[in-house]
């Protein structure tokens, strides 16, 4: 048996070896064919030829077992990795991408046919390509899933920075737009920036706006009622703005009693209240003056 | 209780507002000691507004919370107005996840603007805020 | 300011005659994460409202060797002094023992506040905000609870009450 699979690794890195440019052509065009592309041909070609050579290469050297060839040859793995990410930039989906790859499964097995093989050798031939191009495709989609999870979570890290900016909005008006959930750890970072915010500034209303808040549940409602009950402490006020009809029903549904709380509608609404609030000149009346 | 022991808060008379803080060694007695004796001083000078200034407390617990709670209620009884001004954000941020809110307790940024609330025209900057709240002699 | 158990005698038994165990250090948890090197627990007496100055310092002062922001510093102490002044008002006087747990890679402060009073006969109902036999608001235990990541209340009418809270550092 390890015989006769060393006989037919060597029947393939031969064909992979003599007949590239045969199957490297097969191959661009079984992809043009099946899958949505959007590469040049040229490159397709070039891609194929280094792809092709690197198998040839990884088959040939026997000391790695059928298992984990692809796994094993950091040159041919890179390759894959390379050719996943090309693809995903050109904007194909994962599965066109694994398809491409499965596609030049065809186009050897059609090269090492016209060899003539005894059709004895032609079956273990055709699993050896199988589990050999099945694991690149493989890889990758594994590749790509793995690029989008790295995605995912920097992008989740620079959210919960930028998720909290607090506004220097008019004088002595502070105003922080949340976006998002607003679950305990965040309404922390809130009104720790808020509040150190209102200090710095010397503001004396802060206007909260949650119009990118998509749920208030009881608990956001209460973090929300802690903050305002901070920003007073501190002996400034504070608006909340940018309540939305269907969370003003869910309030009064929760039974929550937001009534000692200043509310207004738009943030717009919350600037002019605040603006009014600290007996200065309304910023509709014109630019704010040096007076 | 009253004069039991030393009282270390000073509190000063500034018109007819009593100026006062509070410091973050109170014990329970002092801080009782010191609610009373300001009381009386503002029936006995007819004081108008109070101003507490707590920028030095490093906490408020309930007790403390509730002293100043207390002394607002009194002092309004008493004709007067009480500005608690200046708590640290820490403070505040610790007092808010407490859930005492302080209620009818009035609080400025900072001492300035405290008195500023309580009437007294802050004289050095005139042109910053423009029109400021009336002024009392 | 250094904290230090102060001299003089406690006025409540804390020692091994009680037989509702409980004494100064920790039972139960004491193993899985027992504080080692410098991080010694420290045993403070609270008789009266001078003790509860004395327990605040100590507190501040373990916060921020543990590394705790200037929040997170007073939320703890804040929670400590809450929870003294209920161990010398409704327990007529008890101990507090700050610990220095480590779990996961983050550091912790655990304030363990037992008494030998009467026990709270419904703990539920001590938690509800607004609930007071004492001087306050009614806000401390419950109160106390929210400033900090873990708390436990162990008591017995008659046999005193044991609260053990832990905070975390973030990272």
Redesign the interface.
């Known amino acids: 048996m390890n015989a006769s699979e060393a006989a037919v690794r060597d029947r393939l890195t031969r064909a992979l070896r003599e007949r590239g440019d045969e199957i490297a052509d097969r191959w661009v065009q079984l992809q043009r064919e099946r899958a949505a592309i959007d590469i040049g041909e040229g490159e397709l070609r070039e891609e194929a030829d280094s792809l092709i050579v690197l198998l040839g290469g990884a088959l040939n050297n026997s000391e790695h077992g059928m298992e984990s060839v692809v796994d094993a040859h950091h040159d041919l793995r890179d390759a894959v990795m390379e050719l996943s990410l090309r693809r995903e930039r050109s904007g194909a989906n994962p599965t066109a991408t694994s398809l491409a790859i499965l596609a030049l499964k065809d186009a050897v097995l059609e090269a090492v046919q016209r060899d003539n093989l005894d059709p004895r050798e032609m079956f273990p031939a055709a699993l050896m390509i199988n589990r050999l191009l099945d694991e690149a495709a493989a890889l990758s989609f594994s590749a790509y899933v793995e690029r989008r999870e790295e995605i995912i979570q920097r992008q989740s890290r620079q959210l919960l920075e930028m998720s909290t900016p607090v506004v220097h909005l008019w004088r002595q008006i502070l105003a922080v737009p949340l976006i998002g959930t607003l679950d305990t750890a965040r309404t922390q970072v809130v009104m720790e920036n808020l509040l150190q915010s209102i200090q710095t500034h010397e503001a004396r209303v802060a206007i909260i706006d949650i119009t990118g808040v998509p749920t208030v549940d009881t608990a956001v409602a209460q973090h929300l009622m802690q903050t305002v009950n901070a920003v007073r402490l501190m002996g400034a006020d504070c608006f909340i703005s940018g309540v939305r009809p269907s969370i003003a029903q869910t309030i009064a549904q929760l039974g929550i009693d937001l009534s000692t709380i200043l509310t207004r509608a738009t943030l717009a609404d919350a600037l002019a209240a605040a603006v009014e609030m600290t007996g200065q000149e309304s910023p509709t009346a014109g630019a704010p003056t040096n007076r | 209780m009253t004069d039991s022991r030393p009282m270390d808060v000073p509190i000063i008379r500034l018109g007819d507002v009593l100026v006062t803080g509070l410091i973050n ?1 109170l ?3 002092a801080a009782t000691a010191f609610a009373e004796e300001l009381t009386e001083r503002i029936a006995a000078e007819r004081a108008k507004g109070v101003l507490i200034d707590i920028s030095r407390l ?6 403390v ?2 002293t100043l ?1 207390e002394l607002s209620t009194m002092a309004r009884l008493l004709g007067a107005r009480v500005i ?19 209620a009818g307790v009035e ?4 001492a300035e ?2 008195m500023v609330a309580l009437g007294w025209r802050h004289a050095p900057r005139p ?1 910053e ?5 009336e002024t009392l002699g | 300011m250094l904290p230090g158990p102060r001299k003089g005698g406690i006025d409540v038994k804390l020692s091994g005659e009680r037989t509702t165990a409980a004494p100064t250090v920790p039972p139960a948890t004491a193993g899985s994460d027992a504080p080692r090197g410098g991080d010694t627990p420290v045993t403070h007496p609270v008789r009266n409202d001078e003790d509860l100055i004395t327990v605040r310092h100590a507190v501040r002062a373990a916060t921020v060797e543990v590394g705790f922001g200037l929040v997170d510093q007073t939320r703890v102490v804040t929670a400590a002094s809450e929870l003294a002044r209920n161990a010398y008002i409704h327990g007529g006087g008890g101990t507090v023992t700050i610990e220095f747990p480590r779990q996961a890679g983050r550091r912790g402060i655990r304030l363990i506040v037992h008494d030998d009073g009467p026990g709270i006969p419904d703990v539920e109902v001590a938690l509800t905000d607004g609930f007071t036999t004492g001087a306050g608001l009614g806000h401390g235990l419950g109160g106390a609870r929210r400033l900090m990541h873990e708390f436990e209340v162990r008591t017995e009418a008659g046999k005193g009450t044991t609260i053990r809270a832990t905070r975390w550092t973030t990272q």
């Open positions: 060694e014990d329970d007695k490093e906490i408020i617990d309930s007790f919370a509730r709670t608690v001004a200046g708590m640290r954000p820490p403070v505040a941020i610790t007092l808010a996840e407490l859930g005492l809110q302080l609080t400025a940024l900072n603007q405290g042109p805020g423009g029109n400021r709240r």
